[in-house]
């Protein structure tokens, strides 16, 4: 097939410096004579500073016409709303249809990151609807025990069946092929069952999760190569109750998006650092490798953000771009550099800098 052609989204604050490293990688690594081409493009809140805009009409249509994936940074949001301001990776997610963000949250072979144990699972969050379609309203609070200028804000939360669906499709579809690869690298023939955990609290949004809960278990009648996958639920409080008890215990999660946003932060904790953790918001046709992490604007600029989240991104994304050898050669030059663990970026408790660690990935590739 041709070389691919990778869009490149840093926005904003360590956006801009982990977005360069991946690409970085991703020259170094040039998959046999077929170097990958970019494309540098415009989203972000300092861009909607500058222009009125967070998300160019430009960016959606050159991702859609000349990408085959893309790498997106971080944006900052303003802690207060500022008229005309949304966030351009909620847009971006929505105009490419990039129904379900994949979250591997793995601890180094060999050490177990900040915990004590090893931690090796994969969360899926759905990544359309919930309480981020946005349909915010604010009212006035008219009750006879409410104080002048008291007010009451709303949020609709919204949990299809199409969109809870696909989101468990994926996750049941990515349960088995992530066991079949541990089979095949193992060479083992009693690798355990696929685990899918199914997180939700329908026990008090009955008929939200209700939604949600059914019809994720009821993919897998869909296929016969679901039957295998074992499938539990965890109510999300206790799933975080569990998740720091016995990360072990944990293979794929699938989880509503609000759920899923705070799930795999608190994931990443368990690996040592937000800046380890990568994520693809993937659908059917296109994916976007983005850090897990945000702009992290108290260290922007001062070349001490952890890149291996981007980085890791970048293999992500090749992984859905049907690169599963040469995103694996990233992974391993990235668990090299760990492993050895002589250059690690502040977060993980070491002096060296972005530009050090992601020239330590690309030598040992
Ligand atoms: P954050 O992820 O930016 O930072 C949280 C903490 O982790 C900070 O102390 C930061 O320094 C550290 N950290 C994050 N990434 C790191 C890295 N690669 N290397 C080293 N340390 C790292 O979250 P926040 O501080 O809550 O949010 C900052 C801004 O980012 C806000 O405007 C928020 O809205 C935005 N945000 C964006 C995204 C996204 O783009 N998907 C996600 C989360 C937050
Ligand atoms: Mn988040």
């Known amino acids: 097939s041709a070389s691919k052609t990778i869009g490149l989204i840093p926005a904003d604050g360590i956006g801009r410096e982990v977005i360069p490293a991946a690409k970085q990688v991703l020259e170094a690594l040039a998959p046999s004579g077929k170097p990958f081409s970019f494309i540098e493009l415009d989203a972000g809140f300092e861009h909607f500073q500058k222009t009125g805009t967070a998300l160019p009409q430009e960016t959606v249509e050159r991702l859609k016409g000349e990408c085959d994936g893309a790498l997106f940074g971080a944006v900052s949001s303003p802690s207060h709303r500022v008229a005309g301001y949304s966030s351009p990776i909620v847009a971006l997610r929505k105009h490419l249809d990039l129904y379900a963000n994949v979250r591997p949250v793995a601890s180094v072979p060999g050490s177990t990151g900040a915990g004590s144990r090893p931690v090796d699972m994969l969360i899926i969050r759905e990544n359309t609807e919930c309480l981020y379609i946005k349909q915010e309203r604010i009212e006035a609070d008219t009750s006879p025990e409410a104080s002048p200028g008291d007010q009451i804000a709303w949020a609709d939360r919204r949990i299809s069946t199409r969109a809870s669906r696909r989101c468990g499709r994926m996750a049941f579809k990515m349960a088995v092929a992530r066991h079949a690869a541990t089979a095949a690298a193992s060479g083992l023939s009693n690798v355990p069952s696929p685990k899918l955990t199914v997180v939700h609290k329908s026990n008090v949004l009955s008929i939200t999760d209700g939604v949600w809960r059914e019809t994720v278990k009821a993919v897998q009648a869909e296929d016969p190569s679901f039957a295998a996958v074992k499938v539990e639920e965890q109510l999300v409080d ?128």
């Open 238 to 365: 206790s799933m975080v109750y569990r998740m720091f008890r016995e990360p072990e215990a944990f293979d794929v999660v699938v989880a509503p998006n609000l759920y899923g946003d705070i799930l795999s932060d608190g994931a990443a904790a368990l690996v040592g650092s937000l800046g380890l953790v990568p994520s693809a918001n993937v659908g059917d046709h296109f994916a976007v490798g983005e850090p897990v992490h945000g702009s992290a604007p108290d260290i922007a600029g001062q070349d001490k953000a952890n890149p291996i989240a981007a980085i890791r991104s970048a293999a992500l994304l090749l992984e859905n771009m049907g690169m599963a050898q040469e995103a694996q050669r990233i992974y391993q030059a990235v668990n090299a550099v760990l492993l050895e663990g002589k250059l690690l970026t502040p977060d993980l408790g070491g002096k060296a800098t972005t530009t050090e660690v992601t020239d330590a990935v690309c030598r040992r590739l």
